[in-house]
């Protein structure tokens, strides 16, 4: 392994990680995505005033699609058989709407991944069906908050 990093060889070359040893445990991952916009399109998409259609229930399908393709979009993901994915949308404010992304497995390897897709993926959709009231959106703080299981044990993100 080059560098500690577990999807590089001694060569330095990309690999995908041996999982076939690890332990089956309980393993579950929340990320998370913020959506930035105007007032009046953060109102739009939460009200379900989109000429596209509700975009909320669109975008919480679109975000557990995406968990369950993980390891079709990332390389060196395993596909796993996940138990549980879920996607919360809610506003944080009246430009923000934050969503939440939660997948859980019981495995060999961890669902970070898929828990960021989803978050991402239901940011993404949230973006296209909005797009013709507000281009300027910006999609932010992607990142995992929680993860628990596996021989690395729990992380918390600390505010």
């Known amino acids: 392994m080059a560098g500690g990093l577990t999807h590089l060889n001694e060569k330095g070359e990309a690999q995908i990680v041996d999982i076939g040893d690890k332990a089956v445990t309980r393993r579950r991952a929340l990320a998370q995505a913020r959506i ?8 739009a998409i939460m009200g379900g005033g989109l000429k596209k259609g509700d975009a909320l229930a669109v975008a919480r399908v679109a975000g557990i699609m995406a968990a369950k393709k993980t390891s079709d979009l990332i390389p060196l993901c395993h ?23 939660t997948a859980e497995t019981t495995g060999q390897t961890g669902v970070e991944m898929e828990a960021l897709v989803a978050a991402s993926t239901a940011a993404l959709t949230l973006y296209d069906m909005a797009k013709a009231i507000d281009r300027a959106m910006t999609i932010t703080d992607l990142r995992l908050l929680e993860k ?12």
């Open 36 to 43: 930035n916009a105007l007032p009046d399109t953060v109102a």
């Open 148 to 159: 628990s299981g596996g021989k690395s044990g729990d992380f918390v993100l600390k505010p």
């Open 79 to 101: 596909p796993i058989a996940l138990t549980k994915v879920s996607v919360e949308i809610e506003a944080i404010d009246v430009t923000t709407i934050g969503i939440l992304a």
